[in-house]
């Protein structure tokens, strides 16, 4: 019932938004060109190709995958200078995880009712992207990440929808300084679970149901200096969720909460730039039974990346990425043992290292190629590689990416 009411909840502010962009179409060109531009109609287009050494990564990759798909169209309609109503259909393949079944990916109005040269006060309402890290908010469109794939010690695919956007209200500010702009968001809402989380989270498809349980809350506050150069935030999402198990599960009905929380950092120079993003995300399980109540850990994920502008076209990267599933357990040991020995180590952490080209042959059309060295399997999705016992602790992934954008 509380997935039907929050796909009914966000279905209308979805339909509101369309309904409102259409019914201004026809009124914007009569009036000419200045209404016109009040109006945005986007969309994107991309395709991978992802081929792995071992493990499955989106799709059959051992032998070349062509399973990684994302098609998104968008519109906006200004409807005052401080009323925006905006909206995106996505529809995204990704293996076994997503099978490109169309989905309301953001709907929102976004009121900004106070706007100066000095602040900008606002109010989202709908399905609202989360404001987490530096890329989370456009993460589904594949001119916006830095790479191919984003980092996923920190930006876990497996869990993607958790994350990804939430049916919530979001109060904002802005605020410029001669040192540079503030930007600090406040919301509360109810995120998506679905069955990539679940088995994420409780390692296997149960037949019962794990559900959010009240209201998520999310903060963010991002500082950009005046230049442009250095970029500075914190975000953070705290949420629980709720499992109802079927007479035949194993284990309890249980509760789940985390606390997930990202400090980012970004220097930005005239042909390169550096990034760096530290996450945890501590995550406690109670009345479940063992051995997932035994599960209890703070998650910890970092990286460090770097790009370069060979010339205006042409962006080398590097990127240098670890995670673990317990901050205090690095070698996977612990855990390990907490399985009885059946789990190797090798599960509960993952480093990585990629070296990626971006080519922008036309300003709509870009092409990628990456390669990225691996020791560990930890966040490789349960979904596509159930038999832990079958994951290859060293292994190295190519992919390859087109996209187009209108």
């Known amino acids: 019932m509380k997935r039907y009411t929050n796909f009914l909840f966000a279905r209308a502010v979805l339909g509101l938004t369309i309904a409102s962009v259409l019914a201004g179409v026809p009124a914007a060109w009569a009036e000419g060109s200045t209404a016109k531009d009040d109006i945005q109609v986007h969309g994107f287009i991309t395709q991978g190709y992802v081929d792995t050494s071992d493990n499955s990564f989106f799709g059959d990759s051992e032998d070349g995958s062509f399973e990684f798909t994302e098609i998104g169209i968008n519109a906006s309609y200004k409807v005052t200078p401080s009323l925006l109503l905006s909206g995106q259909l996505l529809s995204r393949r990704a293996g076994d995880m997503y099978d490109g079944s169309p ?52 930006y876990f695919d497996a869990v993607r929808n958790l994350f990804l956007s939430s049916d919530s209200v979001h109060l904002y500010g802005k605020w410029h300084t001669d040192l540079g702009q503030l930007h600090v968001n406040v919301g ?26 009240g209201a998520s809350y999310l903060a963010s506050a991002m500082f950009e200096s005046a230049s442009g150069s250095w970029r500075f935030g914190v975000s953070a999402a705290k949420s629980k969720m709720e499992f109802d198990r079927d007479r ?21 120079a005239e ?51 670890e995670g673990y599933s317990a901050k205090d357990d690095h070698r996977g040991r612990e855990q ?28 709509s059309f870009m092409l990628r190629a990456e390669y990225q060295w691996s020791d560990g399997t930890w966040t490789l999705s349960t979904r596509e590689n159930p038999d832990p016992l079958a994951r290859d602790r060293d292994w190295e992934m190519f992919s390859f990416l087109a996209s187009y954008r209108f």
């Open 103 to 154: 989905t309301v990916d953001y709907a929102l109005i976004d009121w900004n009712f106070e706007n100066t040269e000095d602040h900008s006060y606002g109010v989202l309402v709908g399905r609202v992207k989360n404001t987490l890290g530096l890329y989370n908010e456009t993460r589904d469109v594949a001119f916006t990440r830095p790479s191919i794939f984003l980092p996923q010690q920190v």
């Open 188 to 213: 509360v809402g109810q995120g998506s679970v679905d069955k990539n989380v679940e088995i994420s989270y409780l390692g296997t498809d149960f037949g019962g149901e794990l559900e959010p349980r």
């Open 248 to 268: 035949f599960d194993p284990i309890g009905s249980g509760d789940l909460d985390f606390l997930y929380w990202v400090v980012s950092a970004q220097y930005n």
């Open 271 to 321: 042909r390169w730039s550096l990034t760096a993003e530290y996450m945890e995300e501590p995550v406690d399980f109670d009345n479940f039974g063992p051995p997932l109540d035994l599960k209890d850990s703070t998650v910890q994920g970092y990286y460090l990346q770097g790009s370069y502008l060979i010339r205006d076209d042409l962006e080398w990267v590097v990127r240098y990425s």
């Open 336 to 363: 390990s043992a907490l399985s009885g020995g059946l789990l190797p180590p090798s599960n509960f952490f993952q480093k990585d290292w990629m070296v990626g080209l971006r080519w922008d042959v036309t300003p």
